[in-house]
């Protein structure tokens, strides 16, 4: 199943709209793609709650980045892993993945081993679930 997730994850296009100021966002593309061996393309923005908006992030799922996946929103420090399995799977209903806020230990906000509980939530129109969980 690596095999095929690494497949769907390799064809997509990647885009990814971030605050100049913000230094989190750039390791995080980092980690996306090395781990998925893609490109993401870098889009910085003073605008990104237009962007979150454009994109119907709701609001209380609201990251500091927001990239554009083969027609997903990935809000926020989302593992490049959930970002594969989203792509494979294409759940019914499901607009993006989110991770809110900036979780110690999540990729790209790597603090000396120091980490934080963080959930991936999944979110359409009508839907929210935990896509996965990271302890």
């Not at 064809?11 to 966002?25: H, K, L, N, Q």
């Not at 889009?43 to 980045?65: F, N, S, Y």
């Amino acid at each position: 199943m690596l095999a095929a997730c690494s497949s769907a994850a390799q064809a997509a296009t990647y885009e990814m709209f971030r605050d100049p100021s913000c230094g989190c966002c750039l390791a995080w593309a980092d980690h996306v793609e090395h781990a998925n061996a893609v490109e993401v393309a870098v889009r910085e923005t003073g605008e990104m709650a237009r962007i979150k908006a454009e994109h119907r992030v709701p609001q209380d799922l609201w990251g500091c980045h927001t990239m554009v996946v083969d027609g997903y929103v990935i809000e926020g420090h989302v593992p490049a892993e959930q970002i594969a399995r989203l792509l494979e799977e294409r759940p019914e209903g499901v607009r993006g993945l989110a991770v809110a806020g900036m979780p110690l230990g999540s990729p790209g906000m790597e603090m000396g081993g120091r980490t934080q509980p963080y959930d991936v939530i999944a979110f359409g129109d009508d839907t929210r679930f935990v896509f996965a969980s990271y302890n």
